[in-house]
């Protein structure tokens, strides 16, 4: 009872950074009440609601005994009740805690008008009234009537409107807006004539009041950003204003370009999509759309595409390489095997699935390869990846990290278009991660380093190049093309289509599919995502007179070998420029070819064991991996042989055994009993390596060549598989055979 501390239950209204309402629901009894902040109360609204409502508001302690006796007065004269004699404060106890008109009532609210006024002050309890006073309907509140009747907040009433509002609480059913408006104009216009007698307001200004015409209707109240406005509700249950950094503009033209777009790919049975706009200077969110349409209960509308988990496709590539060249172990001219490869029984293939055999790094992101990519994470380790994700604030892929392999590069995990826009926020401001920022009021903070300023430059060079397959064909050669460095990926079995870009400005996720996770064929980031992109960037942000990005002092440049990526050797011809950064990428020298002895025929060669005294010649041979020469034999590619081993030499090699690529160390096969069901044998072995020889469980299976494949049937149980080369070099693998 005492001291009176009043609970009022508000509508959530969401707005945008430059305080217009983007979004409001309404409050948990149903009624539209939306709180309206002392900022919003201009002059002139606070001089029209005191002279009518209440003329000593701020001279009296909540209640006016000069008033209260008069009435008291005229009530017994009269034998029945003309006025009440109600002071503003005494209204909001009325509004907070409704009671049957009776002189009790009066009574209490006399005593909670005393309480009201000993704690809060007479601007608190203005504003209490004016969020509370009732408008008709559900609508209560000034604020509410304003939006709700004449489609602007507070501040910007005129006199006309004012008046009208301030009548409306008195007789809310009788005048209310948009059913009574004829009447409510007369009620205005007669206050008017009032404010005019006591020279309220200047004579031309209470003539344009009048002259006002009074068209009111309910409107609807604002939906603009749904899905973000309904999340920061769940996040942030009770807070009657939620001020987020979302720009109206960018909101609205970012919203229509992605239902306009999907509009035109329905006919492809392409039926959602989902973006995030973020300011790269200070990581806020500038418009957030969750899907094409919040009201196609069809298509999920109300699914929010922006938090949907959803496989990646080749989007994680960049932070692999940025990784990689903060780690030493690569340059963007480094040169890698884009061959079929066997990684330990992964066997990854490219979207095209096509090889293309040495490729530098940049060739290989630009162009977005899987192998060099899987070689890469091998090397790297999956953990080292995983745990840059984990900085990156990937969730899901926090919590599968003990089931990721070598598959994660190429979309073997869970992420968001949040997660993804973030990343890639990240390489656009130095390498620099910060959390996305929805909220004007939260943290803006540098944030921690992901990669460095370095390998973030790296990476953004190569994601500018326009000359790869992943530019739409729509877009070559024009001039709509934007500045940006970007990155496409394509989930398998083409259920995701992504493509995330950023410039100095803006970082830009989109992701374009079907919530139901139905795959398209025509669905690629390319040629799906990529042009949304583009168009969100040319609307948005159209020749940026930001610049661009520039080499940190660490990072410098030098001559290395085209054949390798590797300081020149004496083999070394063809010579290219590469970056690296100092003291931390690696200094190799090129070895992609090596010296050998032949004989004059060369028809063998010697080792320093078996070289004869006279008549040899030294000759340079291709350094070929194995993986190199297996693709180069089986594509029938001619390259330069190493002739074999002088047959007298009897020096067994240690090292350069063959890789036994199929079948899998420590794997179970299961065969059918009584089929003959065989299991391939391959390898793939040094370039000098000539003949090969087959054991399964220590006895000789058969002779073949390197690049053949060898077929045997197993007896059951545990089985040892042993190859050994021309050389004596020997590799050993060990099966289970179940049969079925």
Same mark, same amino acid.
Request: hydrophobic share 35%; net charge positive; proline share 7%.
């Given at each position: 009872?005492?001291?009176?501390?009043?609970?009022?239950?508000?509508?959530?209204?969401?707005?945008?950074?430059?305080?217009?309402?983007?979004?409001?629901?309404?409050?948990?009894?149903?009624?539209?009440?939306?709180?309206?902040?002392?900022?919003?109360?201009?002059?002139?609204?606070? !001089?029209? =609601?005191?002279?009518?409502?209440?003329?000593?508001?701020?001279?009296?302690?909540?209640?006016?005994?000069?008033?209260?006796?008069?009435?008291?007065?005229?009530?017994?004269?009269?034998?029945?009740?003309?006025?009440?004699?109600?002071?503003?404060?005494?209204?909001?106890?009325?509004?907070?805690?409704?009671?049957?008109?009776?002189?009790?009532?009066?009574?209490?609210?006399?005593?909670?008008?005393?309480?009201?006024?000993?704690?809060?002050?007479?601007?608190?309890?203005?504003?209490?009234?004016?969020?509370?006073?009732?408008?008709?309907?559900?609508?209560?509140?000034?604020?509410?009537?304003?939006?709700?009747?004449?489609?602007?907040?507070?501040?910007?009433?005129?006199?006309?409107?004012?008046?009208?509002?301030?009548?409306?609480?008195?007789?809310?059913?009788? +005048?209310?807006?948009?059913?009574?408006?004829?009447?409510?104009?007369?009620?205005?216009?007669?206050?008017?004539?009032?404010?005019?007698?006591?020279?309220?307001?200047?004579?031309?200004?209470?003539?344009?009041?009048?002259?006002?015409?009074? %068209?009111?209707?309910?409107?609807?109240?604002?939906?603009?950003?749904?899905?973000?406005?309904? /999340?920061?509700?769940?996040?942030?249950?009770?807070?009657?204003?939620?001020?987020?950094?979302?720009?109206?503009?960018?909101?609205?033209?970012?919203?229509?370009?992605?239902?306009?777009?999907?509009?035109?790919?329905?006919?492809?049975?392409?039926?959602?999509?989902?973006?995030?706009?973020?300011?790269?200077?200070?990581?806020?969110?500038?418009?957030?759309?969750? #899907?094409?349409?919040?009201?196609?209960?069809?298509?999920?509308?109300?699914?929010?595409?922006?938090?949907?988990?959803?496989?990646?496709?080749?989007? =994680?590539?960049?932070?692999?390489?940025?990784?990689?060249?903060?780690?030493?172990?690569?340059?963007?001219?480094?040169?890698?095997?884009?061959?079929?490869?066997?990684?330990?029984?992964?066997?990854?293939?490219?979207?095209?699935?096509?090889?293309?055999?040495?490729?530098?790094?940049?060739?290989?992101?630009?162009?977005?390869?899987?192998?060099?990519?899987?070689?890469?994470? !091998?090397?790297?380790?999956? #953990?080292?990846?995983?745990?840059?994700? /984990? !900085?990156?604030?990937?969730?899901?892929?926090?919590?599968?990290?003990?089931?990721?392999?070598?598959?994660?590069?190429?979309?073997?995990?869970?992420?968001?278009?949040?997660?993804?826009?973030?990343?890639?926020?990240?390489?656009?401001?130095?390498?620099?991660?910060?959390?996305?920022?929805?909220?004007?009021?939260?943290?803006?903070?540098?944030?921690?380093? +992901?990669? #460095?300023?370095?390998?973030?430059?790296?990476?953004?060079?190569?994601?500018?190049?326009?000359?790869?397959?992943?530019?739409?064909?729509?877009?070559?050669?024009?001039?709509?093309?934007?500045?940006?460095?970007?990155?496409?990926?394509?989930?398998?079995?083409? /259920?995701?289509?992504?493509?995330?870009?950023?410039?100095?400005?803006?970082?830009?996720?989109?992701?374009?599919?079907?919530? #139901?996770?139905?795959?398209?064929?025509?669905?690629?980031?390319?040629?799906?995502?990529?042009?949304?992109?583009?168009?969100?960037?040319?609307?948005?942000?159209?020749?940026?007179?930001?610049?661009?990005?520039?080499?940190?002092?660490?990072?410098?440049?030098?001559?290395?070998?085209?054949?390798?990526?590797?300081?020149?050797?004496?083999?070394?011809?063809?010579?290219?420029?590469?970056?690296?950064?100092?003291?931390?990428?690696?200094?190799?020298?090129?070895?992609?070819?090596?010296?050998?002895?032949?004989?004059?025929?060369?028809?063998?060669?010697?080792?320093? %064991?078996? +070289?004869?005294?006279?008549?040899?010649?030294?000759?340079?041979?291709?350094?070929?991996?194995?993986?190199?020469?297996?693709?180069?034999?089986?594509?029938?590619?001619?390259?330069?042989?190493?002739?074999?081993?002088?047959?007298?030499?009897?020096?067994?090699?240690?090292?350069?055994?063959?890789?036994?690529?199929?079948?899998?160390?420590?794997?179970?096969?299961?065969?059918?009993?009584?089929?003959?069901?065989?299991?391939?044998?391959?390898?793939?072995?040094?370039?000098?390596?000539?003949?090969?020889?087959?054991?399964?469980?220590?006895? =000789?299976?058969?002779?073949?060549?390197?690049?053949?494949?060898?077929?045997?049937?197993?007896?059951?149980?545990?089985?040892?598989?042993?190859?050994?080369?021309?050389?004596?070099?020997?590799?050993?693998?060990?099966?289970?055979? !179940?049969?079925?």
């Amino acid at each position: 009872m005492f001291p009176f501390r009043p609970a009022v239950s508000y509508s959530t209204q969401i707005t945008a950074a430059d305080g217009t309402l983007l979004h409001a629901f309404l409050s948990p009894d149903d009624k539209w009440r939306l709180y309206t902040q002392l900022s919003e109360l201009t002059p002139l609204l606070r !001089k029209t =609601l005191i002279y009518k409502e209440d003329k000593y508001f701020y001279y009296h302690p909540g209640v006016n005994l000069l008033a209260m006796g008069r009435a008291a007065l005229r009530n017994l004269l009269t034998g029945r009740r003309t006025s009440g004699a109600s002071t503003i404060t005494m209204q909001v106890v009325r509004l907070l805690e409704p009671r049957h008109r009776t002189y009790t009532s009066k009574l209490i609210e006399v005593i909670r008008a005393l309480q009201l006024e000993w704690h809060y002050s007479k601007d608190e309890i203005l504003q209490l009234y004016l969020n509370l006073v009732p408008y008709g309907g559900n609508i209560e509140g000034i604020k509410a009537a304003s939006l709700l009747y004449f489609g602007k907040p507070p501040q910007l009433l005129s006199l006309a409107e004012i008046t009208a509002l301030t009548i409306v609480p008195n007789r809310p059913s009788s +005048l209310q807006p948009g059913r009574h408006n004829t009447r409510l104009r007369e009620e205005r216009n007669r206050w008017l004539r009032q404010f005019e007698k006591e020279a309220l307001f200047e004579k031309s200004t209470i003539e344009d009041a009048l002259n006002e015409p009074l %068209h009111v209707r309910r409107l609807q109240p604002p939906r603009r950003a749904p899905h973000l406005a309904w /999340r920061l509700k769940r996040e942030q249950p009770g807070q009657p204003v939620i001020h987020t950094t979302v720009h109206p503009q960018r909101q609205a033209q970012t919203e229509t370009l992605v239902r306009n777009y999907v509009n035109r790919l329905r006919s492809l049975n392409i039926h959602n999509a989902a973006v995030v706009v973020v300011n790269n200077q200070t990581g806020a969110v500038e418009a957030y759309v969750g #899907s094409a349409d919040f009201n196609n209960p069809f298509d999920g509308g109300q699914v929010d595409g922006v938090r949907a988990v959803r496989s990646p496709g080749s989007t =994680l590539k960049p932070l692999l390489y940025a990784t990689a060249f903060d780690k030493g172990l690569l340059t963007p001219k480094s040169v890698l095997n884009d061959v079929p490869t066997n990684f330990g029984g992964y066997e990854p293939e490219n979207f095209d699935q096509r090889f293309n055999g040495p490729v530098t790094v940049e060739f290989a992101l630009a162009n977005s390869l899987n192998i060099p990519a899987v070689k890469v994470l !091998k090397d790297l380790h999956t #953990s080292t990846l995983v745990e840059q994700l /984990r !900085k990156a604030q990937f969730r899901t892929v926090h919590k599968q990290a003990r089931d990721l392999g070598l598959s994660l590069i190429l979309g073997g995990c869970g992420v968001t278009l949040e997660e993804l826009t973030q990343l890639f926020a990240a390489f656009a401001h130095d390498g620099q991660f910060r959390p996305l920022r929805y909220l004007t009021d939260a943290d803006t903070t540098r944030g921690e380093a +992901l990669t #460095s300023s370095e390998a973030s430059f790296l990476i953004t060079n190569v994601l500018t190049q326009v000359v790869r397959p992943d530019l739409p064909t729509n877009f070559d050669h024009t001039y709509h093309l934007p500045r940006i460095a970007w990155k496409t990926g394509t989930s398998y079995g083409k /259920r995701d289509a992504w493509s995330v870009g950023y410039n100095r400005r803006y970082t830009v996720g989109v992701w374009v599919g079907n919530f #139901s996770g139905e795959g398209v064929p025509e669905l690629s980031g390319a040629t799906i995502a990529t042009p949304l992109l583009f168009d969100i960037f040319n609307t948005l942000d159209y020749n940026s007179p930001r610049g661009w990005y520039h080499p940190s002092a660490n990072l410098a440049s030098r001559t290395v070998c085209a054949a390798s990526g590797d300081i020149p050797d004496e083999f070394c011809e063809n010579k290219i420029v590469d970056y690296y950064i100092m003291g931390v990428s690696p200094y190799r020298r090129c070895q992609h070819r090596r010296w050998a002895f032949t004989d004059a025929a060369h028809k063998s060669t010697y080792c320093t %064991h078996c +070289l004869p005294e006279q008549g040899y010649i030294s000759q340079s041979f291709p350094n070929l991996a194995p993986e190199l020469i297996a693709y180069y034999e089986s594509k029938k590619v001619p390259y330069e042989k190493l002739p074999p081993h002088h047959p007298a030499c009897e020096r067994v090699f240690g090292k350069g055994a063959p890789l036994i690529v199929s079948p899998n160390a420590d794997s179970e096969y299961y065969l059918p009993v009584g089929e003959a069901q065989q299991l391939q044998l391959s390898c793939q072995a040094a370039n000098d390596v000539q003949e090969v020889y087959w054991y399964v469980n220590d006895r =000789l299976h058969q002779r073949s060549s390197p690049g053949e494949a060898v077929f045997i049937s197993p007896p059951p149980g545990r089985v040892k598989i042993s190859c050994s080369d021309d050389k004596g070099r020997n590799s050993d693998v060990w099966i289970v055979v !179940k049969k079925l």
